[in-house]
């Protein structure tokens, strides 16, 4: 990965709207985290409630399908938002640690969106 350079006056208005799209983020897929969780349980009551001669008929996902569907739906997810979690904390960082004077280390990543977004 390679770091670039900058003023920190450069990025400061910059970071304000990366940190609230990146947060926008986040919800977005906690929001998706809950509702197949939501899914999930309504399922498991629905196969629960049945009888037990209908439960034989009705099939139920085997157990290695439920845990991809785990890692698909929640592990992977709950992983995105960590490293997003870590992006916000970092241009929070520069936000409160910096003078607007400083050359700051911007990252690849955030330079590609510093140039694609104009302030």
């Given at each position: ?5 900058r ?13 609230a ?34 439960r034989?008929?009705?099939g ?13 739906y929640?592990?992977?997810?709950m ?5 997003l979690?870590l ?11 910096s ?8 990252s ?12």
């Amino acid at each position: 990965m390679r770091v670039n350079k900058r003023k920190a006056a450069e990025i400061y208005p910059f970071l304000e709207a990366y940190i609230a799209h990146r947060e926008a983020q986040i919800t977005e897929i906690e929001q998706a985290i809950g509702r197949y969780e939501k899914r999930r349980a309504m399922e498991e009551r629905s196969y629960q409630s049945m009888s037990a001669f209908r439960r034989i008929f009705a099939g139920k996902k085997p157990d290695h399908h439920l845990a991809v569907e785990y890692i698909h739906y929640v592990k992977k997810p709950m992983e995105q938002i960590r490293s997003l979690r870590l992006e916000v904390e970092q241009a929070r960082a520069i936000l409160t640690e910096s003078q607007p004077t400083d050359l700051i280390d911007v990252s690849e990543e955030l330079e590609k969106e510093l140039q694609s977004k104009p302030v």
